[in-house]
């Protein structure tokens, strides 16, 4: 294998960013972790980690169905039932983990039964072998408790826990970790999905230890009640704080946005994030601008899976 065929590659994240970065990835590497956040408390997820006591499946099953290849089955997967009462909002795909799970005797295990369903090219492990509780401490020094809280309280976050802290990683993401040739911290929300997708135990250690490039891609817009007013080296301060001096480079999209896209953003509270490139670079980080989003904006600002796993892939090559 050569070039970016060779590459062992471990993303962290969850919500729509990760799965966004499986897709461009999974056909252009040859090796492909991803770690996924286990913190959801809302919607279908949160209902089944209520119920059954499951971990939240939800983040799981939108990367599972990025690096599937059974496509028919991922769609089945992925659909929601709309109708109803006790099936109204689940996916199908969260409810066959949870089975999975409980029929394995353990959600890892369960969920490594349904990447071998749909034929996953590559790894999806929780970040956590149980799920984790989110405890966030906001700038004016309230706590709240639970992912779904986040955005009702809208406070500037300036520190998540989990619980219970000694929640221990699986041991194949630690293996993924010091085998990988580079590490990707996804877009996405930073406070309930990114970073939690580090904490559990053993992974800020693994990443300590890392030798090579980790790349963090920068989100384009700020997010009302977790990063309102952020520029992106608030945002690397952040994973500094929580997961240590890890990032070696920064990616950025350049380019500009329709207003009217812009004026959707702004009324809901979201603003372009700054990018401060003189702050970036007095970090230590290098910066690393394109143009990663898609051109179809009818869904909001995204970005686009094959220009994002390019410029993860050249990054990386640089460092090899």
Excluded: W
Aim: glycine share 10%; hydrophobic share 40%; net charge negative.
């Amino acid at each position: 294998m050569s070039g970016t065929q060779s590459l062992r590659v471990v993303a962290f994240g969850g919500g729509t960013g990760l799965p966004v970065l499986l897709r461009g990835l999974k056909d252009r590497v040859g090796d492909l972790t991803a770690v996924v956040t286990v913190a959801d408390d809302g919607g279908s997820s949160g209902r089944l980690r209520q119920e059954l006591g499951v971990a939240p499946p939800g983040d799981v099953r939108n990367c599972l169905v990025a690096l599937a290849e059974r496509q028919r089955l991922a769609e089945v997967f992925n659909y929601r039932f709309e109708g109803g009462r006790d099936l109204r909002d689940h996916s199908v795909g969260n409810i066959i983990i949870a089975a999975l799970a409980d029929m394995a005797g353990g959600f890892c295990e369960g969920v490594e039964q349904a990447a071998r369903f749909l034929r996953t090219k590559g790894r999806v492990y929780p970040a956590a072998r149980e799920s984790l509780t989110l405890v966030v401490r906001h700038e004016d020094g309230t706590i709240t408790r639970g992912e779904s809280v986040v955005r009702k309280v809208d406070k500037r976050v300036s520190e998540v826990m989990v619980e219970p802290e000694q929640a221990e990683a699986p041991p194949g993401i630690i293996e993924a970790v010091r085998r990988a040739d580079v590490v990707v911290l996804s877009a996405g929300s930073l406070f309930t999905s990114t970073i939690p997708a580090m904490l559990g135990g053993g992974v800020r250690e693994a990443l300590a230890e890392f030798s090579g490039p980790v790349l963090y891609v920068a989100n384009v817009m700020t997010q009302p009640g977790e990063t309102a007013g952020f520029t992106v080296s608030d945002h690397l301060r952040a994973i500094v704080d929580h997961a240590g001096p890890i990032v070696t480079e920064v990616l950025v999209h350049t380019g500009d946005l329709p207003q009217e896209l812009l004026a959707r953003y702004e009324a809901e509270g979201a603003t372009p994030t700054r990018v401060d490139r003189e702050a970036i670079e007095a970090m230590g980080v290098r910066m690393r601008g394109a143009d990663l989003l898609a051109a179809d904006y009818s869904a909001g600002v995204r970005h686009d899976p094959d220009k994002l796993a390019r410029e993860v892939c050249a990054s990386a090559l640089v460092y090899l």
